[in-house]
């Protein structure tokens, strides 16, 4: 694979998932902020643009990768369907797994670590935000979605949903996006990249650590919507119209 600087990041990521490890290796935000070029996002960053394209020409030729799903070739509606069932679940269920810990040691360990009420606050209000924007794909995005999928292989037509065009609906979502990608970036910052201090019991490390995870899933998450899902649903709107 011939790697250029002014590829876009979030069409290589769609291409080849693996190149995501390398993008967060360098701290380059590859899903809300996926539609910069390579050579702009380096340059922001004061990264050797370079070190970059040989990490990414690594990891396209690493065929024990373990790889991964071609999502860009899944129909939208199974696509959907996936984001739905395992990343709107995991949403749902970590929440409620992660707040109990991070309630405790707040309770054990603010005094000596003020930061972990602000991390406390910033995931209560990422999930809570979350959960309601979930909502909205789940009641007007998707289903949107899946009728254009059935409309297209049946031949037929869509009627002109009351938000107008799929765009609308788009944009809010992926202004969604960038609210909770800056939250959990400032949760990185906090806790200076999930890294448990010395006096941290197990409970503490193991809350750092669902953390780091939660964000690890929401970055797929938000990928597989920016990336592909969206465009895609774009694309497919303009055609059957």
């Known amino acids: 694979m011939n790697i250029q600087k002014d590829q876009i990041i979030g069409e290589l990521v769609a291409q080849d998932y ?33 070190a970059v394209l040989n990490d990414l020409e690594a990891a396209a030729q ?32 970590k929440s409620l797994e992660i707040k109990p810990y991070l309630d405790k040691i707040c309770q054990v360990h603010g005094g000596r670590h003020p ?5 406390n606050e910033l995931f209560t209000a990422s999930v809570g935000e979350l959960a309601k924007h ?12 899946r009728k254009m999928v059935n409309a297209r292989q049946k031949g037929t037509s869509v009627e002109a949903p009351h938000f107008g065009t799929v765009q609308n609906p788009i944009q809010t979502m992926m202004a969604e996006h960038d609210n909770e990608g800056e939250r959990f970036r400032k949760i990185e910052a906090l806790s200076k990249g999930y890294a448990p201090p010395e006096d941290a019991c197990n409970t503490y490390r193991v809350t750092l650590s669902l953390l780091k995870e939660f964000e690890d899933d929401l970055h797929l998450h938000i990928h597989l919507e920016n990336n592909i899902l969206f465009p895609k649903a774009a694309e497919m709107e303009k055609a059957l119209n």
């Open 134 to 145: 979930m909502k909205k794909e789940e009641l007007v995005l998707f289903p949107f979605i």
């Open 115 to 119: 930061e972990l009420f602000e991390i």
């Open 18 to 50: 693996r190149a995501s490890s390398v993008f967060k290796k360098y701290g380059i935000d590859f899903c809300c902020q996926g539609n910069t070029t390579i050579g702009e996002a380096c340059a922001k960053k004061d990264i050797n643009p370079e």
């Open 62 to 93: 690493n065929a024990n990768g373990g790889g991964t799903a071609d999502y860009k070739s899944w129909p939208l509606d199974l696509l959907a369907d996936y984001i739905e069932k395992k990343h709107h679940r995991y949403v749902e269920e």
